[in-house]
């Protein structure tokens, strides 16, 4: 199995800051990665996929980049609404595999 | 707009069963695969399966084999998971999610279920 290795754990920035956060593959996955939010009460949402590509409604503040084994989340101008859960997945190959979550909080 | 509605909370003993239902809406349901991912309190996602909503065929992965059923109402444009023989390390937050672009890609999220094991 893919392992997927998430860092940091715990993140705590102020809005209008950016921030970023890692994700590295035991393996190559080529460019297929996804990065998913999760927030109480609400559906966790798939904000990008295949290393960069933005899903339908995701702010143009996210950005992702990477290829191979290591990949970033950065946001940029932190809005309240972006602190929560964040999660990388491949899903380059079975079975599927999640890094173990990244906690935005605010300062 | 696209909806994944699932059932609600269930509180079973120790060997009993437990089925959880996710209801899709707004898309035709047999064009997009159906997964399944645990979470534990306090800890992050596990990926458990996927099903075929065009042909039912489920596909598990190595720790769900077993005790796991995935199925359909396709008719009803609903998937199941259900659960036999429940231990204690059942207890979760159980999602269903529609596959995207990608088959591996979990593009909209049911609310998720909590099951509690407990005797």
């Known amino acids: 199995d893919v392992q997927m290795t998430q860092s940091p754990s715990n993140l705590a920035a102020s809005p209008g800051e950016s921030v970023s956060i890692n994700c590295k593959a035991s393996k190559s996955i080529s460019k297929y990665l996804a990065w998913y939010q999760q927030k109480p009460g609400k559906a966790n949402k798939l904000l990008i996929y295949?290393?960069?590509t933005l899903q339908s409604g995701t702010p143009s503040r996210f950005s992702g980049s990477g290829s191979g084994t290591d990949f970033t989340l950065t946001i940029r101008n932190l809005e309240p609404e972006d602190f929560g859960l964040y999660y990388c997945q491949q899903h380059n190959e079975y079975p599927f595999t999640f890094g173990s979550g990244t906690k935005l909080e605010i300062k | 707009q696209i909806q994944l509605v699932q059932s609600g909370p269930e509180l079973k003993k120790p060997g009993e069963s437990v089925k959880i239902s996710c209801k899709a809406s707004?898309?035709?349901?047999?064009?997009?695969?159906m997964h399944w991912v645990k979470q534990a309190p306090g800890k992050g996602l596990k990926w458990m399966g996927w099903i075929n909503t065009y042909t039912g065929k489920p596909t598990y992965a190595d720790d769900f084999k077993g005790r796991f059923v995935f199925s359909l109402e396709a008719s009803a444009s609903t998937a199941n998971l259900q659960i036999s023989n429940l231990k204690n390390e059942d207890t979760a937050t159980y999602f269903c999610a529609r596959s995207g672009v990608y088959y591996g890609l979990f593009e909209y999220w049911g609310q998720g279920v909590m099951v509690t094991v407990s005797s």
């Open positions: 295949s290393g960069s």
């Open positions: 707004g898309y035709t349901f047999t064009d997009y695969a």
